[in-house]
C-alpha cells in the first residue's frame, strides 16, 4: 500500500478532510476524549501529514512537526478500526523517521502501545502521565543517519 506526505498546503481538500474524519473519530468518539485535536500545529510551515490510503479510502495516519528545539516529533498516529493488525501504521512510522534523519524524534505514546514504538527504537524519557483519562509514556528516539 502506499504511503504519501505532504504539508498541508499540497493536501487535497478531500483527502485532508479524510485524514481529520479518522482522527476525529478514533480519538474523540471511539476512544471517547473530548480534546481539541485542530491545535493549530497542522498549520505549521514545517508540519507534514503522512497517510496511508487503498480504495480512495484513509485507512491510516500521522502527522509529523518540528518543535522549538528542532527536533521531530510525530504524534496523532491513528488506524481506522477496520484496517488494524495490517502494518499500515508501521510503514507510516517508518515514512516518518525517512523524513526526520539527523534529528532526534519525539512522541507521546499511549502507554499500552509504548512497546509497538520501542520496535522502531524509542525510549521511555520520562514518567507516565494521564491525558484525557489515557495513560501516556514520553518516548524519545536519538539522532540516527
Known sequence: MP?????????D????YKILRLRS?????????????LDGRDLEPSARQVWAEEDDEVLAGLRLLVDAD????????????????AGHA???????????VGVPV???????L?????????????????EDGIPHTPMRRESRE
Request: charged share 20%.
Open 3 to 11: 504511503v504519501y506526505d505532504a504539508p498541508l498546503a499540497e493536501i
Open 13 to 16: 481538500p478531500v483527502t485532508l
Open 25 to 37: 473519530d478514533v480519538f474523540v468518539v471511539e476512544q471517547e476524549c473530548v480534546y481539541l485535536d
Open 70 to 85: 528542532g527536533s521531530a516529533r510525530i504524534g496523532r498516529v491513528v488506524t481506522a478500526p477496520s484496517a488494524r493488525g
Open 90 to 100: 508501521a510503514a507510516l512510522m517508518q515514512r516518518a523517521l525517512e523524513l526526520s
Open 106 to 112: 519525539v512522541l507521546e505514546a499511549q502507554s499500552h
Open 114 to 130: 509504548a512497546g509497538w514504538y520501542a520496535r522502531f527504537g524509542f525510549e521511555v524519557s520520562g514518567p507516565d502521565y494521564v
